[in-house]
């Protein structure tokens, strides 16, 4: 019985003597021995390893902000503990197993750290407080888990990403947490020497590039007299969000405008209006899609391109359908048979009243027997069958009503 006597003494001192404070060099300590206070002592990995030892087991608040740990693997044995501070510290990586091994963990702070990735694992953890502020972390899609699990805990401070990172939508997955606008919302035109203001706002951290290179960490800008070189792409970038407008300083010294003209094509009529220099113009296509594009969900477009030297250039009408129902079926013909395009023609305006056609016709049409006959000139093959072709269309061609072709080259005209 004595012997056990002394067994339990000993166990009782040995608990007391293992529940006490750590080195007073390092920490301070409530009386209750559950908020242990370590802040900027200089603590190490090295030095945490030893301390660890120390900590009391009724740890609930542990407060190592402001020291120079990089890892925090070596923390064990807390199981009751509950608030962890590892604010300002140079810790790049967190353990995957961290709200395993403090189950009783419900507050992390570790903001001011140089964290740039967050263990998939945390996603499993929900209702926590978190503070991961002023952290360089590396946005991608790799973390796209973060913003439905932000949702499920308590956020304490906005997020910001790697600063040099250039960001785009499709970095995050977007929710109804994050937003970004920026005011004036469209592209703008202005004359040099007159003042502009741009507008960003965000439930995080934000900053401005101009033609993709930083400009300002501000929210908004303020420009008194705009110059030439402000022109360009200004975007607003967040946590995983951008906008964008493009700004255009027009010199007071100068005509930036091509004029607006108007055009009757085989394609439709097209009004092209006036335009500032060095802008694209695109129109929808009067008669929908070409044959080539029918498939396409988008509407087809017309383009014309106003030059630096006010002149319009580099019309492209490609995308655009003929106005008339032959020439549309010649554009089918042509993109499903280009081996026997001309048979085909033969074929097809054999059974055609010639009343139909009209004179934008006839012009396609001649432009297909000569290519085709280009064409089969420099492969040297069925040159015989292919001029037997080319003379059966000609004479066709001759036969449609000559007050036809003289109305329509005086309309043209």
Request: proline letters at 2%.
């Amino acid at each position: 019985m004595l012997f056990l006597y002394f067994i339990s003494i000993f166990n009782l001192i040995n608990s007391l003597l293992t529940e006490q404070c750590p080195s007073s060099n390092f920490c301070k300590c409530s009386s209750d021995l559950t908020i242990i206070t370590c802040i900027n002592r200089q603590i190490t990995d090295e030095k945490l390893i030893n301390l660890n030892n120390q900590f009391p087991k009724s740890t609930i608040i542990l407060n190592l902000s402001l020291n120079s740990l990089t890892s925090i693997n070596f923390l064990t044995n807390l199981n009751n503990l509950q608030t962890l501070d590892l604010s300002y510290n140079k810790i790049h990586n967190l353990p995957s197993n961290l709200f395993t091994k403090f189950s009783q963990l419900s507050s992390l702070y570790i903001s001011n750290n140089l964290i740039k990735t967050i263990p998939k694992t945390y996603n499993e953890i929900s209702n926590i407080n978190l503070d991961i502020s002023n952290n360089p972390l590396n946005c991608t899609c790799s973390l796209k888990w973060l913003i439905k699990w932000f949702e499920t805990i308590n956020l304490l401070n906005k997020i910001n990403c790697q600063k040099l990172k250039q960001l785009n939508e499709n970095d995050f997955c977007l929710n109804k947490k994050n937003f970004l606008s920026i005011t004036p919302e469209q592209s703008q035109i202005v004359y040099q020497n007159d003042s502009f203001i741009l507008n960003c706002s965000s439930n995080t951290n934000i900053y401005w590039t101009l033609n993709n290179k930083f400009y300002s960490n501000n929210s908004t800008i303020f420009i008194s007299y705009l110059q030439l070189n402000h022109s360009g792409l200004w975007t607003c970038h967040s946590l995983n969000l951008n906008r964008s407008i493009s700004l255009h300083v027009l010199n007071i010294q100068a005509n930036h405008f091509c004029q607006s003209i108007q055009m009757d094509t085989s394609k439709g009529h097209f009004y092209w209006p006036r335009t500032l220099t060095g802008q694209i113009i695109q129109l929808k296509c009067p008669f929908g899609s070409a044959a080539w594009l029918i498939n396409s969900y988008d509407d087809a477009k017309a383009y014309y391109t106003c030059s630096f030297n006010r002149q319009w250039i580099d019309l492209d009408l490609s995308q655009c359908a003929f106005r008339t129902n032959i020439s549309r079926e010649f554009d089918r013909l042509l993109l499903k048979n280009s081996t026997n395009l001309l048979n085909k023609l033969l074929i097809y305006i054999s059974k055609i009243d010639l009343k139909e056609f009209q004179f934008d016709d006839i012009i396609f049409l001649i432009d297909l027997i000569d290519e085709e006959q280009d064409k089969y000139i420099y492969m040297n093959k069925n040159i015989e069958e292919i001029s037997m072709l080319i003379y059966r269309l000609t004479d066709f061609i001759l036969q449609i009503n000559q007050d036809l072709i003289h109305m329509n080259e005086e309309k043209l005209a």
